[in-house]
């Protein structure tokens, strides 16, 4: 069978395409993510040009496409972990392979967010290899240029960012992974339309 015929007949079963045009396409997305990156708490629109099958948003599929290869191992919440249409969506278009410990993961998804797992369940990279943490992209309802105060590199003073919904707890963690700096996790946030980063050398307070 040829790549474009496994291709149609992933397609076929209502598993979504990827990029269309994979070159320019994945190349906007990945922009726009390390734009995020750049400038944390910023909140930028994303064109995803893809479309998986749900409930997986078009946005982090995107990301993910975008930012991930052969090379690259992905850890699923378990609401997206138990959908074989996502998990086969997401190798094929991706060439990722699928880990069950998100330590093992240099990309997690968090589809339910309210219930994700503590951010040192990842891995929080070495002394030696830093850049080895996971990246964490959380998909969350809302977006908002207030709530938390974000200091740090990429910003100009401060900005104001929150996003929901999100554990309790939530915050406490997000600190205490800028306390072990230059190691933690990263964190990317996806709605349906949009993006923004909280990288780890961010300082948060609320207010």
Same mark, same amino acid.
């Given at each position: 069978?040829?790549?474009?015929?496994?291709?149609?007949?992933?397609?076929?079963?209502?598993?979504?395409?990827?990029?269309?045009?994979?070159?320019?396409?994945?190349?906007? +997305?990945?922009?726009?993510? =390390?734009?995020?990156?750049?400038?944390?708490?910023?909140?930028?629109?994303?064109?995803?040009?893809?479309?998986?099958?749900?409930?997986?948003?078009?946005?982090?599929?995107?990301?993910?496409?975008?930012?991930?290869?052969?090379?690259?191992?992905?850890?699923?919440?378990?609401?997206?972990?138990?959908?074989?249409?996502?998990?086969?969506?997401?190798?094929?278009?991706?060439?990722?392979?699928?880990?069950?410990? $998100?330590?093992?993961?240099?990309?997690?998804?968090?589809?339910?967010?309210?219930? =994700?797992?503590?951010?040192? +369940?990842?891995?929080?990279?070495?002394?030696?290899?830093?850049?080895?943490?996971?990246?964490?992209?959380?998909?969350?309802?809302?977006?908002? $240029?207030?709530?938390?105060?974000?200091?740090?590199?990429?910003?100009?003073?401060?900005?104001?960012?929150?996003?929901?919904?999100?554990?309790?707890?939530?915050?406490?963690?997000?600190?205490?992974?800028?306390?072990?700096?230059?190691?933690? +996790?990263?964190?990317?946030?996806?709605?349906?339309?949009?993006?923004?980063?909280?990288?780890?050398? +961010?300082?948060?307070?609320?207010?």
């Amino acid at each position: 069978m040829t790549a474009d015929a496994s291709l149609k007949d992933i397609e076929g079963h209502g598993l979504g395409h990827g990029f269309k045009q994979p070159s320019r396409d994945s190349q906007a +997305v990945f922009r726009t993510v =390390m734009t995020a990156m750049a400038r944390p708490g910023r909140i930028l629109a994303l064109a995803p040009f893809v479309e998986p099958p749900k409930p997986l948003f078009a946005t982090t599929a995107a990301v993910v496409l975008a930012l991930a290869d052969f090379e690259t191992a992905i850890w699923l919440d378990a609401p997206l972990a138990t959908i074989e249409s996502v998990q086969t969506y997401l190798r094929f278009h991706s060439g990722s392979r699928l880990v069950e410990d $998100p330590r093992d993961a240099a990309f997690a998804v968090v589809s339910r967010p309210t219930t =994700m797992p503590r951010l040192t +369940v990842f891995n929080q990279g070495s002394p030696q290899f830093p850049d080895r943490s996971t990246t964490v992209i959380v998909e969350v309802s809302s977006l908002y $240029p207030e709530g938390w105060t974000l200091q740090g590199p990429g910003i100009d003073n401060e900005i104001g960012f929150s996003a929901a919904p999100l554990p309790a707890e939530f915050i406490g963690q997000v600190r205490a992974n800028r306390d072990q700096f230059p190691l933690g +996790v990263d964190l990317i946030f996806v709605t349906a339309t949009g993006i923004a980063a909280l990288p780890r050398s +961010v300082r948060l307070r609320e207010g």
